[in-house]
């Protein structure tokens, strides 16, 4: 009679067990929202849900980006959302991404601006946020420019939503966003015919659900987020959650 309390005592008391996984990361929707909203962001229901399939359970609080590196990287947090490998190459990465986004200009709808070249940049006021990963040549145009009025950085945990204030304002004549972020977050903001798209850096690149390299669980996590994931892509959830958002598959 004893044996089934004995084993379930052992199974409790094992690491890993019931784990609560933490993850942390900018607000960034629609990849991660606000925690507690219906709608959380796209990655944060996926996570949350494998986690609680393999009887783990979600902690999702909402950091500035450099903050939820530093800390996800000294381990006191697990994981992080929304990140590439140049965001933090040292980190443990799912090798299938969890979507597929592209750095897109955006300025004021009466703006005569185009972007041509790295050279177009030159007489304009660039808004970016502190610490995301563009692509290496804008990356190098920032470090440069970083203490002129030519390239504005922003460190805040709504970042987004100062820049767009900025641009709507006057003190910035160009931000430079990924195209799903941006488009939801000028929808929530009610400046989506106020402000428009005008050229990409790149073709686009992917987006990672990454965890510390200073975790002890951090690699059975990303095992258990990859598998989770291919069979979500694989049973219809994938494309059902993303429905929520107005994102298709990027496969």
Request: aromatic share 10%; net charge positive; hydrophobic share 40%.
């Amino acid at each position: 009679m004893l044996k089934p309390l004995v084993i379930l005592l052992i199974l409790l008391s094992s690491p890993g067990y019931g784990d609560v996984v933490t993850i942390r990361a900018d607000e960034w929707y629609p990849v991660n929202g606000r925690p507690g909203a219906a709608n959380p962001g796209y990655m944060i229901e996926i996570a949350k849900k494998i986690l609680v399939e393999n009887g783990h359970s979600l902690d999702y609080q909402t950091l500035p980006w450099r903050g939820s590196l530093k800390m996800v990287r000294k381990g006191r947090y697990d994981c992080v959302v929304g990140a590439d490998h140049n965001d933090a190459p040292d980190f443990v990465f799912t090798q299938e991404p969890w979507g597929f986004i592209k750095p897109v200009f955006y300025i004021k709808k009466e703006s005569a601006w185009r972007y041509r070249g790295i050279d177009s940049l030159r007489n304009i006021r660039l808004g970016v946020i502190g610490d995301y990963a563009y692509t290496q040549v804008l990356e190098d145009y920032i470090a440069r420019n970083k203490d002129t009025d030519k390239v504005q950085i922003v460190f805040a945990n709504k970042a987004l939503r100062q820049n767009i204030g900025k641009l709507m304002s006057g003190r910035l004549d160009v931000i430079i966003e990924y195209d799903i972020v941006m488009d939801a977050k000028l929808r929530e903001l009610g400046h989506d015919k106020d402000i428009i798209s005008v050229g990409s850096v790149t073709d686009g690149q992917p987006l990672y659900i990454a965890c510390s390299p200073n975790k002890a669980n951090a690699r059975e996590y990303i095992r258990l987020f990859a598998e989770g994931f291919s069979k979500m892509r694989t049973n219809g959830e994938l494309a059902g959650i993303l429905q929520k958002y107005g994102l298709k598959d990027w496969q």
